[in-house]
């Protein structure tokens, strides 16, 4: 499984764009990357997944550059409710798939 | 659809008990995970199930823990005999497949052994 490597904490101010990046040197061939949020006393929610390039859903972008050793999740205009874990895991399908949560990076967002 | 379904949601127990965490998964995922969170050791997998069948059980911490899926509305993860290092918030996660499926995670037990 690929280790990842992400800044335990973050802050941010209400309003502004937060990119935070994620090392996965080891990443396989296979290898989806996932980032998953989690709000205190609460179970993570799943954000956002992809293999490659970019990737955009109502809530975050995911970009992926070219030798995949790396992800950047942005997260565009935050606002307090948006402080909370952020996790990103690499793992493949496959019956014998599984993710691995990392220790996470805490984003504290100020007003 | 209610979501993955998690009970008890606070457990109190005293060393030695048997502690018992109830899930029902999402219905139509066949994929179902364990987890347990610390502030020391963050979230842990202990187990996962795919299609009823324990698929990886490398996380379970001793023997002390065991896992059911009798059918696929339905898994039990137990701790006999409790002890206090066991303290700790468990989730139970349900998806469609194991690996990259996005995963559905319950609103965990609490779970507080004195």
């Known amino acids: 499984l690929a280790k990842t490597t992400q800044p335990i904490s973050m802050d941010s101010y209400e309003g502004q764009e937060v990119n935070i990046t994620c090392s996965h040197n080891?990443?396989?061939?296979?290898?989806?990357i996932t980032w998953y949020q989690q709000f205190p006393s609460q179970g993570p929610r799943f954000i956002i997944q992809?293999?490659?390039t970019k990737v955009t859903n109502e809530v975050a972008s995911l970009f992926i550059p070219a030798d995949r050793k790396s992800s950047t999740l942005s997260l565009p205009r935050v606002s307090l409710s948006d402080t909370a874990v952020y996790y990103c895991?690499?793992?493949?399908?496959?019956?014998?798939?599984?993710?691995?949560f990392g220790q996470g990076t805490t984003l504290q967002v100020k007003p | 659809d209610a979501g993955v379904i998690q009970s008890p949601r606070h457990e109190v127990t005293e060393m030695g008990q048997e502690v018992t965490l109830r899930c029902k998964p999402i219905s139509g995922h066949n994929s179902l995970f364990w987890y347990r969170q610390t502030m020391m050791r963050g979230l842990e997998l202990l187990i996962y199930f795919n299609n009823n069948v324990p698929i990886d059980d490398s996380g379970m911490p001793e023997d002390r823990f065991s896992a059911k899926m009798p059918n696929a509305s339905f898994s039990t993860l137990k701790i006999q005999p409790s002890e206090p290092r066991d303290s700790a918030v468990y989730f139970c996660?349900?998806?469609f497949g194991p690996g990259t499926y996005e995963q559905y995670f319950g609103p965990g037990t609490r779970l507080t052994v004195t």
């Open positions: 996660a349900s998806s």
């Open positions: 895991l690499v793992g493949s399908s496959g019956n014998t798939g599984k993710l691995i």
């Open positions: 080891n990443i396989a061939t296979n290898d989806y």
């Open positions: 992809g293999y490659k």
